[in-house]
């Protein structure tokens, strides 16, 4: 059973840049076949699909956020990483980080999600 | 990109069908057989109910559908139960190799 886990920071300056890890258990990220996804949802709102990296590096973004996104992969340990930069307040959001289907996008397995507050 | 477009709100009651829209466009829903199912309850992570325009993953109920004609997708809950009350979003992939999800739709039990 492919568990994920998010974690880092729940609390960022405005300005800074938002890092969050997931931690992939159960499966092989570079076993292949998937692409590993970030996808977030504020408050009360619905979800936001921020981006997906393949195990061998490739990445596509959201185009609304490219220019502030980065996703990389670490296949030693295991995990995927987001990065954001300047963020604001509008960053605030539940940050999920889940498994797609590399041919079709359906996200199949996801974690459960962190809190991320953009606050002085 | 913009948002694929669902109903703010369904309703119905116990034993009830209801069916939830998703309208895109042929770069996204009608270009491809790639639409996706959530179901969200509060507080929790979205699970995945439908993949695939009509597929269901193990462990789905069979009274949960999906179809798709066009650029609309829709999703069918036959046999309604208390429990099906959350928050559905739809997802397609599009021609520029990205994800795109719905507004989101809130399922009310009567």
């Known amino acids: 059973q492919v568990q994920l886990q998010e974690s880092g920071p729940g609390l960022v300056k405005p300005s800074q840049t938002l890092s969050l890890t997931c931690t992939v258990s159960?499966?092989?990220?570079?076993?292949?076949?998937?692409?590993w996804s970030w996808i977030r949802q504020h408050p009360g709102k619905g979800l936001e699909w921020i981006g997906y990296?393949?195990?061998?590096?490739?990445?596509y973004y959201n185009p609304s956020l490219k220019s502030r996104v980065t996703i990389s992969v670490d296949t030693s340990k295991n995990q995927f990483s987001l990065k954001l930069s300047s963020v604001t307040a509008a960053d605030t959001a539940v940050y999920y980080c889940?498994?797609?289907?590399?041919?079709?996008?359906?996200?199949?397995?996801w974690g459960q999600g962190t809190l991320v507050t953009v606050s002085s | 990109q913009s948002a694929l477009t669902q109903p703010a709100s369904v309703s119905g009651s116990p034993g009830q069908s209801i069916t939830i829209s998703c309208t895109g466009t042929?770069?996204?829903?009608?270009?491809?057989?790639?639409v996706s199912w959530y179901q969200q309850h509060p507080g929790k992570a979205p699970k995945l109910m439908i993949y695939?325009?009509?597929n269901r993953p193990s462990g789905v109920p069979d009274r949960f559908s999906g179809s798709k004609s066009g650029n609309t997708a829709s999703l069918t809950i036959s046999g309604l139960q208390a429990e099906d009350e959350a928050d559905y979003y739809c997802?397609?992939?599009?021609?520029?190799?990205?994800?795109?999800f719905g507004g989101g739709t809130k399922l009310t039990v009567l």
């Open positions: 889940a498994r797609g289907d590399f041919w079709s996008g359906y996200l199949d397995y």
């Open positions: 159960g499966g092989s990220i570079s076993s292949g076949g998937y692409y």
């Open positions: 042929s770069s996204d829903v009608g270009g491809y057989n790639y």
């Open positions: 695939e325009v009509s």
């Open positions: 997802s397609s992939y599009t021609s520029s190799s990205t994800l795109l």
């Open positions: 990296i393949y195990y061998s590096g490739s990445t």
